[in-house]
């Protein structure tokens, strides 16, 4: 599936990561935002950085993935090429969810929005998903806003555990289009 990116959008360019990332990755796990929402993807030092990108680069070399593996990708300003978060498919419960983030100082810029469309929408087609879930946090109501601008369609919410944390969840889904 490389040899399809990088995926690139108006706003943004979608690429695999590398090693070279993990000083930003670190930095970016660090913020108020990862802290809050994401919090166990929150890393301790670069070295840790480097073992979970070296994991994700690992696993872009297999067939199955997102349906088993997580497929995941650097989220890159398009003027720049600045590397200001991360967006991906991973399996989840039976179904491929979408993840994202973005650090602090891009917010609400509609980076998310668009990173979660373009990868939602790549992953349907290229890996002939019947659909993409969003789980997020239902107090996390940017990003509630960003999965229904994105295209997806809040399909249920319940309490359950979100990295770590047992809260109130949304559940948001993106159908492929009919054939």
């Not at 600045?82 to 980076?111: C, F, K, M, N, T």
Request: aromatic share 8%; with cysteine.
């Amino acid at each position: 599936m490389l040899e399809l990116l990088p995926l690139t959008t108006a706003s943004l360019t979608l690429r695999a990561f590398t090693l070279a990332d993990a000083p930003k990755v670190l930095a970016m796990s660090r913020e108020r935002a990862m802290r809050e929402w994401i919090p166990d993807q929150v890393y301790a030092d670069e070295a840790e950085a480097a073992g979970v990108l070296r994991y994700l680069i690992g696993e872009y070399s297999k067939s199955d993935a997102p349906a088993r593996a997580p497929f995941v990708l650097g989220v890159c300003v398009g003027d720049s090429g600045e590397l200001v978060g991360h967006v991906g498919l991973s399996p989840y419960e039976g179904v491929v969810e979408i993840g994202y983030a973005i650090e602090d100082a891009h917010q609400g810029r509609g980076l998310a929005t668009d990173a979660a469309r373009a990868l939602s929408d790549w992953g349907i087609r290229v890996f002939a998903l019947p659909s993409v879930d969003g789980v997020v946090a239902s107090d996390n109501v940017a990003s509630c806003r960003v999965l229904e601008r994105a295209g997806f369609d809040l399909v249920g919410e319940d309490r359950r555990s979100m990295h770590g944390l047992v809260r109130p969840v949304k559940t948001y889904r993106k159908w492929a289009p009919a054939r």
